[in-house]
Structure formats: structure tokens, C-alpha cells
């Protein structure tokens, strides 16, 4: 069975920094592009970032310069560090590995930027 595990979402003012992770199991892990999105109120689900097996990374302009994505494949986990966070940063964020053929999605973690 494969699950996504979400976690370090929350409530966070302006400027202000959380780390999101993602761990996985039940997927041969180095072998998945793993990624973020994040889905706000009333819009599409969109795509954050995201690092191929081999370490290349992507970042949508919005968050470049202020969001690093990371994956430690000992431990079977991502991690998307969020820095310098703005109001428009407020979504649900979800972990999502594709594969050749498969791709799953975690259940998503809130953040929360706001005074």
C-alpha cells in the first residue's frame, strides 16, 4: 500500500518560514519525481516544485527565491523549506510522486500566512 505522509503545515504571519515534509512508503522512492502542489480556495491545484530522481528541480515563478525543495532518498522523504511566505502562499499543499506509469497524491497538509 502506498502512502503519502504530509506533515509542518500550519499558522504562519507574513515573512515567516515553515518546512513541509513528505514521507513515503510502499514506493521504490528513488525512482519518483516527487513533487508539491498546493490548491487555494476557489482555484486549480498548481504545481510548487518539484525534484526528478536524479536531483533536477523545478520551482513555479511565485515561490523561486523563496522555496527550496529537497529529498533525502535514505529516508524516503521530501522536504519543501518556505521562506519569506506572503498572504498569497495560503493553500493546501500536496505531496505528489509520479512514476513511469503511476503517479499518488498525499492528503494534504494547510498553511496558513496571515497576521
Known amino acids: 500500500q502506498v502512502q503519502l505522509v504530509e506533515s509542518g503545515g500550519g499558522l504562519v504571519q507574513p515573512g515567516g518560514s515553515l518546512r513541509l515534509s513528505c514521507a513515503s512508503s510502499g514506493i521504490i522512492f528513488s525512482l519518483y519525481t516527487m513533487g508539491w502542489y498546493r490548491q487555494a480556495p476557489g482555484k486549480q491545484r498548481e504545481l510548487v516544485a518539484a525534484v526528478t530522481y536524479d536531483g533536477s528541480t523545478n520551482y513555479a515563478d511565485s515561490v523561486k527565491g523563496r522555496f527550496t525543495l529537497s529529498r533525502d532518498n535514505a529516508k524516503n522523504t521530501v522536504y519543501l523549506q518556505m521562506n519569506s511566505l506572503k498572504p498569497e502562499d495560503t493553500a493546501v499543499y500536496y505531496c505528489?510522486?509520479?512514476?513511469?506509469?503511476?503517479?499518488?497524491w498525499g492528503q494534504g497538509t494547510q498553511v496558513t500566512v496571515s497576521t
Open positions: 505528489n510522486a509520479l512514476g513511469a506509469r503511476t503517479f499518488y
